[in-house]
């Protein structure tokens, strides 16, 4: 509905943005981590994503400037604005919100049209981050995927609406139409596949092997009780295995859909030999272009497609006697400014939230400052979080898990039960609040922190450090294990071992927690947020980092 | 007694691959109960599997394997129709066989 | 197999050097032929499976020890000829630790060891 002149620029901005020429004759459309985000939102990508080790400076840990020089993108650019934290409240006014199902089915569209026979990929944390995903155990992104034509998707997070969900959907739902894939989910018995490990496409007369990679710890980063009968695990030469059945099989081109993470892909790509790519997802890295990777067997291209539905990657390849001659990638930010909304997609949405719109419409509270949640130690919104579980539970110490999931919402902008529930939409919401040890906290942190800054990826499980409210705390990311956390103090006073603390926190994974029930959090949160009608910029509780100066994961 | 074995035997290319899933708590004698008394060890120790009547494994356990314990391994040799034969025995002097015949 | 067969002291063995003593191991020579394959982080410490496999000669006795548990070790495999010397279990582990394969071939001792780390869980991107 934009004016005469507005829509012309509009569409001269989407030409510029869209019109990649198509290559070769095979297509790979690739998705990921959208987070049951159906409507455009703002996202904050993050101005600290630390590398550590050999990771450090290295694609995927860069941000801000940094980022932008490695990838030669101007600053104030559209680009910009996409991939990076830099200047993020006014170029969000200036280029608007991104994603939604409704725009982005129409990029999909537009960029099949040129491609035929193109494959549709999801790279799974599709089916959970919003309240309707929530309520209707993820059938509303089951409906937008199938109608969006996706043809082969894996999971992680998907795994939470638990194994018989999962089953009835593959089985049910998507039969015909989606191909669930992944070669390292095994029943906990004897081993045997639960899904397919891959699918072999005939595209354009090329023979194409999409191997699945589910997010290998999902039964240690959720609670294992959801898929209790189910074993996943990085299966690195199971990969091995499967890639050789795949080109015995005859596929000239073999491709992993991947919720490893970028780190773990990347050492992935190093050792496995005949991938021709990983299209990856889970760490929610929007990098514009893919990391090249040198193995014994060749190389193999690396790619990670951000989240939130702000993406779509598009890699073409030209594959000439029976090997990839050639490729092409681009990294599509969604623009739901420059792309119309779908009709189709957008009749979809409106009517599987209807029933639900008085409910996630509610104003709880006005934001004065930007709440975003991506970053390797806090957010904003974590921090409102931890404020109200303090608050509301009269507790000392705080803990907010470290998710990469969350949308951002700008200075003025009322804070809705929609805004609240993206920030917390999960099957185990419980409010919990434990009486810990010095000791156990310190075990608690340093636990988490292994889990991020483990110099070897395989060891790194992908989310971003627990989020401390009242404790301070110092973090060298490069020290070894168990020596990461230093000089932790509660209102001054060191915090001492064996004395014990009220700590609240949510989302346990143990299965007594459900158990014993608890509140789910956006109850709480959404109290506080009722009573204070006003919120001030969160005060970050950050840790005082050590020696990870002039380091380009951390936005100066 | 306790309940049958899960037994899975396959023969191909000349490898018989065995597999075997044991019902039994395997109890570490390390955990105490709800008044804080300590729960006894109880737990298989001694293993024997047979292919077509010769013995192709033993094993010795202690408490660190698992509940409902799992053990896969290879033999060459083998062909379908070939009876696989599992015994264990725990602590208690308690035993239990099951067989399968190789696929 | 009787009951008496069963090899108490090793399994009573409460430090690595006492229970490689009592499998009559001493100090095995590490060896790039014997392999561990395992998950780097348990997914449940209660049930980790290993994998263990010898690609020497003449593999008479495959055995699993866990460094940190409060007995090392914990199962000991004795192959017949025509058994290949490759074994899978699944074993408890209390907290992250080093599990360390044993291989007793033509009467010598070779061994391999791989971290295992067990995590409180939680978080996730
Ligand atoms: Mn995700
Ligand atoms: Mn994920």
New interface residues.
Partial sequence: LLPGAGLARAEAAAEAVYDAPAFGNVSLLHITDCHAQLKPIHFREPSVNLGIGGMAGRVPHLVGSRLLEHFNLKAGSREAYAYSCLDFENLAGLYGKVGGFAHLATLVKRVRANRPGALLLDGGDTWQGSGTALWTQGQDMVEAAKLLGVDIMTLHWECTYGQDRVKEIAEKDFAGKIEIVAQNIKTADFGDDVFKPYTLRDVNGVKVAVIGQAFPYTPIANPRYMVADWTFGIREEEMQATVDAARAAGAAVVVVLSHNGMDVDLKMASRVRGIDAILGGHTHDGMPAPSIVANPGGKTLVTNAGSNGKFLGVLDLQVTGGRVADFRYRLMPVFATLLPADPEMDALITRVRAPYEARLGETLAVTEGTLYRRGNFNGSFDQLILDALMAEKDAEIAFSPGFRWGTTLLPGQPITMENLLDQTAITYPYVTLNRMTGEQIKTVLEDVCDNLFNPDPYYQQGGDMVRVGGLSYACDPAAPAGRRIQDMTLNGQPLEASKSYKVAGWAPVAEEAKAAGGEPVWDLVARHLRARKTVAPPQLNLPTLKGVDGNPGLAA | MGNPM?I?ASAKDG?TEI?I?MSHEME?G?RKDANGTVIPAWFI????AKLDG??????????????N?????????GKAGDKVSV?W?D?R?DTRTDEAAVT | AAFANWDKPAFDAKTMDDALKALGAGAPANSGDVQIVASDIAENGAVVPVQAISRLPNTERIAILVEKNPNMLAAAFDMAPDTIPEVTARIKMGQTSNVMVLVKADGKFYAAAKEIKVTLGGCGG
């Avoid at chain 2, 120790?45 to 024997?48: H, Q, S």
């Avoid at chain 2, 314990?69 to 040799?77: E, N, R």
Wanted: charged letters at 20%.
């Fill in positions: 899960k899975r490898v597999k899933l570490t390390q120790n001694e293993i024997t010769k013995t192709v494994m033993q094993a010795q356990w202690g408490p660190s394997i698992s509940k314990p799992y053990l896969a391994f290879k033999v060459k040799g015994t025995v602590n002097g």
